[in-house]
Nanobody, 126 residues
Framework: QVQLVESGGGLVQAGDSLRLSCVAS????????MGWFRQAPGKEREFVAT????????VYTPSVQGRFTISRSNAKNTVYLQMNSLKPEDTAVYYC???????????????????WGQGTQVTVSS
């Protein structure tokens, strides 16, 4: 498995931006789909965005489409989530995850992701 460490969370106001980073270690992850998920208090973990191993394909949940951008640098073993125009409903713990080998980016079920980071808190005040 790959080890994942997220960073970049914080407390911001509505309309602000944040960029989350996720650094992978342990093995090469360039062939694996990567994803960002989030979990708000009292809610189930939900898919936010995924990106293919090459970075050529990305999928977003409708509520963040047009505001968030997922990207990756395989040279740096890092996945990013640029979050713009943040809303209070974006408040959650954000997790980075690595999919099992062979899983395409359009597969967004958390159960298909085998490695998870510890999460980073994002809080958006109104």
């Amino acid at each position: 498995q790959v080890q994942l460490v997220e960073s970049g969370g914080g407390l911001v106001q509505a309309g602000d931006s944040l960029r989350l980073s996720c650094v992978a270690s342990g093995r090469t992850f360039s062939s694996n789909t990567m994803g960002w998920f989030r979990q708000a208090p009292g809610k189930e973990r939900e898919f936010v965005a995924t990106i293919s191993g090459s970075g050529s394909s990305a999928v977003y949940t409708p509520s963040v489409q047009g505001r968030f951008t997922i990207s990756r640098s395989n040279a740096k073993n890092t996945v990013y989530l640029q979050m713009n125009s943040l809303k209070p409903e974006d408040t959650a713990v954000y997790y980075c995850a690595a999919a099992r080998t062979g899983i395409p980016s359009y597969r967004t079920n958390p159960g298909l992701y085998e490695s998870w980071g510890q999460g980073t808190q994002v809080t958006v005040s109104s």
